[in-house]
């Protein structure tokens, strides 16, 4: 029986780190013995926990509604059903919660005052309970084609984009961007940036979520980025160690295996989280991937005391929160049953347990791991004392609250939307340019037919691309017509869009992930015999180029937000010049030995 011992009062809690939050917030480090001072206040505050309080800090885990105490009714019902309560305050009250992640699909994003507004309730809930402990609040913002809050929030390049453009400040400000916009809605852990290096061009998984194939120059962008957000009072989190950038299966639904020998992972997957770690990262995840010259037994990364103790505690000498991967994802359930995965993560080394498909079982299990002596309690001790300080650095003991007129001042401005269109600018890479064909001119070029894949919005709240760059093109002079043909278009739907093409100057493709069966070439080359010049944008992939021929000119976006397709027509246009150069190589699709276009390989305007 864990006996509590008296809670102390609330104003003592809030104001444990305000010395160590101040550092934070100036950028100076606190002296040694400050830091001393602050672990045993911290450490009087898990002493006064539970043991069910001290299990429940290591979880982060969602919750659907897009209000702590007041959802809509079908979010109750999806809550009752997965987690067994009925409201985020009820998911903190109950399981003590130390994290909550936001999703755009649970409900919890809709608009930056909503958001504001839910995070200061489920604040409230967790400095109401017997041992008041701020939540730290996350999300997937890695911008591009991952992002969880979206419109009037600021969309930015993604890392690949990023990537393109080579500039470390650039990274830096579009991190800070970001940063500040979580923080002033309550989010204060950013799933983000992504360190892995995409050396194989058929990961389906991180592709361009990562800054490129250079392990170098991923390194840079990642510490960059790193130091972005902490300007922004933000945790960042680079993953997924021991880096995911080499697998052809997605984690998401299968067990991916790396069979880079451990002198090819220290010379690939390895320098972007040393470069992470020297810049001060707050918080790894793991990869649900098995790396067998890193750990014989080939568990799972996020499983696996050899890579997540032994490398990445002990060799890189990371003392940092590590967080796991969502633990609902297959690659981690393939091994070991739901019960298990949590308890084996934290004999690995993990500190935060993310997102369990069951969390009445993942926590129970974890407490009777405790009960039964295969985790002691000084083990949770350890990986809670890392999350509280994280909690202190960010100020959170402090000022837990964020305010309406604090949204107001940051989140969408003009001066951070104008920002992200000129590091957009930057990233727009023109791959092929057959007689200088571009830029456009409204004058020799004036009607356009803008078709080609409408992927839905990563942010839910931008495109649909066709119809984006179809505007764009409007307001810089153009007559344009944009006719949606999708991904797999259809023979009926490639007819029309040859039939939509008479008379026109110029076509616009919008080209996605082209496969070597894709109609998407089917619809190009049907474009090309009619003989009217055609550009094609690849608005998410770069390697789409190595799968179509015939076209004139050939842009790369690597994403589809509205800041990144506009930016490509404002090259396209001639009204910006294409500064952005492939981050990573594209390789003959009959041939994949033989490189068509290098990393490096970006064209210029002559005139």
């Not at 930015?156 to 800070?176: C, E, V």
């Not at 029309?496 to 109609?519: D, Q, R």
């Amino acid at each position: 029986m864990h006996h509590r011992a008296p809670a102390p009062s609330r104003r003592t809690l809030l104001t444990v780190t305000a010395a160590a939050a101040a550092a934070a917030v100036t950028g100076v480090t606190a002296p040694v013995a400050q830091a001393e001072t602050d672990d045993r206040r911290l450490r009087r505050i898990i002493d006064r926990m539970s043991l069910e309080e001290k299990v429940g800090q290591l979880f982060v885990m969602r919750v659907y509604g897009h209000s702590a105490t007041a959802p809509d009714q079908a979010d109750i019902d999806a809550n009752l059903t997965e987690i067994g309560v009925r409201t985020a305050a009820e998911l903190v009250e109950r399981y003590h919660v130390g994290g909550v992640i936001y999703f755009a699909w649970a409900h919890n994003t809709r608009d930056p005052q909503q958001i504001a507004a839910l995070s200061n309730g489920i604040q409230q809930a967790a400095l109401a309970q017997p041992t008041p402990v701020p939540v730290l609040i996350s999300t997937d913002q890695e911008h591009g084609i991952v992002c969880r809050v979206g419109k009037p929030a600021t969309l930015l390049p993604g890392a690949m984009a990023l990537g393109a453009g080579g500039s470390h400040a650039d990274a830096r400000k579009a991190a800070q961007i970001a940063g500040e916009e979580l923080a002033a809605v309550g989010i204060r852990q950013n799933y983000a940036p992504v360190a892995d290096v995409n050396v194989n061009p058929a990961n389906p998984v991180i592709g361009v979520r990562s800054f490129g194939s250079d392990p170098q120059a991923v390194a840079g962008l990642v510490a960059a980025q790193v130091k972005g957000y902490q300007r922004a009072g933000i945790a960042a989190t680079s993953k997924h160690f021991p880096g995911h950038g080499d697998t052809a299966v997605d984690s998401h639904y299968g067990l991916p295996t790396i069979t880079h020998t451990r002198e090819q992972w220290a010379e690939l997957d390895a320098p972007p989280f040393r470069s992470a770690i020297a810049a001060g990262i707050d918080s790894i995840m793991t990869a649900h991937i098995v790396v067998p010259a890193l750990d014989p037994s080939e568990d799972p990364a996020t499983l696996s005391r050899p890579i997540l103790t032994g490398i990445l505690r002990e060799q890189l000498g990371y003392d940092g929160v590590v967080v796991t991967d969502a633990l609902g994802m297959e690659g981690v359930r393939t091994k070991y049953g739901d019960a298990r995965v949590p308890v084996l993560a934290l004999k690995a080394g993990v500190d935060q347990l993310l997102n369990p498909p069951k969390l009445a079982v993942a926590w129970n299990a974890v407490l009777k791991a405790v009960q039964e002596g295969e985790l002691t309690e000084a083990r949770l001790d350890e990986s809670i004392l890392r999350i509280l300080r994280l909690k202190a650095k960010l100020g959170l003991f402090r000022r837990a609250y964020v305010t309406r007129a604090g949204v107001e001042r940051v989140v969408g401005t003009d001066a951070h939307r104008a920002g992200a269109d000129r590091i957009a600018e930057a990233t727009t890479t023109l791959l092929l340019n057959e007689d200088d064909f571009l830029p456009l001119s409204p004058a020799t070029h004036g009607s356009v037919l803008v078709v080609g894949a409408d992927p839905a919005s990563p942010s839910g709240t931008t495109g649909p691309p066709t119809t984006t760059l179809a505007t764009a093109l409007t307001e810089l002079g153009f007559t344009t017509t944009a006719l949606s043909t999708g991904i797999t278009p259809t023979a009926a739907r490639i007819d029309e869009a040859v039939a939509a093409a008479a008379g026109k100057s110029a076509i616009l493709v919008g080209t996605y992930n082209v496969s070597a069966t894709s109609p998407q070439r089917t619809l190009v080359d049907r474009l090309v015999a009619t003989g009217i010049p055609v550009v094609t944008v690849a608005i998410r992939n770069p390697y789409d180029v190595a799968r179509i021929s015939g076209q004139r000119a050939t842009l790369a976006t690597y994403s589809w937000t509205d800041v990144e397709l506009r930016a490509a027509v404002r090259v396209l246009a001639g009204r910006a010049r294409p500064l952005g150069r492939l981050p990573v190589p594209v390789q003959d699709a009959a041939d994949p030995s033989r490189v068509l276009y290098p990393v490096g390989h970006g064209l210029s305007y002559r005139r």
